[in-house]
């Protein structure tokens, strides 16, 4: 049931405040997170990872993308990350010592699946992060985390990422105490995803002047994204959410490879787009916003704070609440949901059920 919203995927941005207190619901104990919500092997597996290589499809690759950076700046752990279907037909070298992370809402996914079935002989374990009890990944990891979201009924997915991404941080903390996280550090970042829920609401407020943006792209053909550091997945993720909702071509790159190519395609009809947190990146990534306004480009911007970023002929900003370093990638794909979810409205899509698209891939 849809209640008041006039979509499922709309329903499902505005359930993602409640989603974030229901991945933490039981996993949180005096700050800390419980290894026993993973499984009863937890512990044992934990104590033995060297590395972890993650492995999905879609959006949930792209929370996967994030977790790379997770892994390796905060607790030093060697992390990579890869698709699905690219994965499970290539010779993959497994190191001693890998936990193998599936991310998956359906846990019924074809290629991700057969990724885990392929390699199990070689890997110290396999965790599955997953939205739906009892799937066929949940039923053939050796330990899971549930993302506890909720049915997902929009095909573009939504809070299934946001709830993956919290799931994916409070694995980097009970992994992390071995590998160097101190307590205090984990009871700051329990903090911050505890705040979570307050801070995502206040995103949710900007409803309104996302949706004025949104009417720039309507009669646009194409579009950029961009972002650096653990905000290039959060690029990547906006595009795919555009281009499968509102039909409109759209690509998400690291800023910093504008100079290497994309920047050609910049002119007045290519609005670009850009997550751009209050962060050590900022300089940089506002010199790239330059190259694009020098070009003509029209940039509509997600920024930090009112003062770093203003708008300006040729420059909407929309500014963010501020927030730890940590959140920056699960606050900031919220106002790319609402974005993609109103151009779609406007060019009158349909939002839940996108052409050529199913929910679950369960054929390759
Ligand atoms: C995008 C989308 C897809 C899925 C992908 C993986 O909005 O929904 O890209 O993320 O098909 O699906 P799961 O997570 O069920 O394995």
Known sequence: DKGEFKHFMLKEIYEQPDVMAQVLEGRIANGHVLEQAFGVDAKHVFDQIKQVQIVACGTSYHAGMVAKYWFEELIGLPCMVEVASEFRYRSVVIREGTLL???SQSGETADTLAALRDVKSQILASLSIC???GSSLVRESNLCLMTNA??????ASTKAF???LVALLLTCLVIGRRHGLSSEQEKQIVTDLQ????LTRTILDL?????????AFAEKHHALFLGRGA???IAL???????EISYIHAEGYPAGELKHGPLALVDKDMPVVTVAPNNEMLDKLKANLQEVRARGGELFVFAGCEQTLKSEEGMQVIALPACSKLMEPIVYTLPLQLLSYHVAVLKGTDVDQPRNLAKSVTVE
């Open 150 to 155: 909720g049915p997902e009924i929009g095909v």
């Open 131 to 133: 939205n739906v009890p």
């Open 195 to 198: 705040n979570l829920p307050t």
């Open 101 to 103: 992370i599936t991310l």
């Open 237 to 243: 993720e906006g595009a795919l959410k555009l281009k």
């Open 162 to 164: 946001t709830s993956q």
């Open 207 to 215: 409803d309104e002047p996302v949706k004025a943006m949104a009417e």
């Open 231 to 233: 905000l290039y997945p």
